[in-house]
């Protein structure tokens, strides 16, 4: 079974970029055909897909946020990596790593495997 793991800083200045990994066990993200995506759910908020990455290297972006994203993986380290610059508070939320059938995905309950989620705060 496919495990993910969201790795990073819990608190960034405003201004900075924000840096997240995630660990994959169990699955190939070069191998499994799935999306690896990276999504976000601000505190009162619905969730929002930023973008994913395909077993072949394809990168998609979420319309909002493409300005300030960028997604990279490492194969040797099976691990795929979020980029998002220029933070404010407004990217304060809770942040998810998952393998997903779908590309854009709007609810936790869609088929495919997801990490635990990661806080992220954007404070001075």
């Known amino acids: 079974q496919v495990q993910l793991q969201e790795s990073g800083p819990g608190l960034v200045k405003p201004s900075q970029t924000l840096s997240l990994t995630c660990t994959v066990s169990g699955g190939s993200i070069t191998a499994d055909v799935y999306f690896w995506s990276w999504l976000r759910q601000p505190p009162g908020k619905g969730l929002e897909w930023m973008g994913s990455i395909t077993s072949s290297g394809s990168i998609f972006y979420g319309p909002s946020l493409r300005r300030r994203s960028s997604i990279s993986r490492d194969t040797s380290k099976n691990q795929f990596t979020l980029h998002l610059s220029s933070v404010t508070p407004e990217d304060t939320a809770v942040y998810y790593c998952?393998?997903?059938?779908?590309?854009?995905?709007?609810?936790?309950?869609?088929?495919?495997?997801w990490g635990q989620g990661t806080q992220v705060t954007v404070s001075s």
């Open positions: 998952a393998a997903t059938k779908d590309l854009v995905v709007r609810t936790r309950d869609a088929p495919g495997y």
